[in-house]
């Protein structure tokens, strides 16, 4: 099994960045997507995340500015963030969840300058 998060990188405060993950080894259809991100000396939280139905959720400080949306036939989870801020700097992981098993991939950087 493989997730592989891709689109990180150094971006100007107010400025977007599109995250995706491409899975593989997984029926992808069948497993609860997430987005979290770690910064340094705090724990990992989740960010957003979208079940097998689309249905969506997100933490409060983001909410209006990320997006997550899933390609199955891709077997992709995205997440588009707009009016990025310093504190959305993380090393942004993704998720795959379903009742038996729980995927993480390695991480992406994502920095945004003030």
């Known amino acids: 099994v493989q997730l592989v998060e891709s689109g990180g990188g150094l971006v100007q405060a107010g400025g977007s960045l599109r995250l995706s993950c491409g899975a593989s080894?997984?029926?992808?259809?069948?497993?609860?997507m997430g987005w979290y991100r770690q910064a340094p000396g705090k724990q990992r939280e989740l960010v957003a995340s979208?079940?097998?139905?689309?249905?969506?959720n997100y933490v409060d400080s983001v909410k209006g500015r990320f997006t997550i949306s899933r390609d199955n036939a891709k077997n992709t989870v995205y997440l588009q963030m707009n009016s990025l801020k310093p504190e959305d700097t993380a090393v942004y992981y993704c998720?795959?969840?379903?009742?038996?098993?729980?995927?993480w991939g390695r991480g992406t950087q994502v920095t945004v300058s003030s």
């Open positions: 979208i079940t097998t139905g689309g249905s969506t």
């Open positions: 080894g997984i029926i992808f259809s069948i497993y609860a």
């Open positions: 998720n795959a969840q379903n009742r038996v098993y729980d995927y």
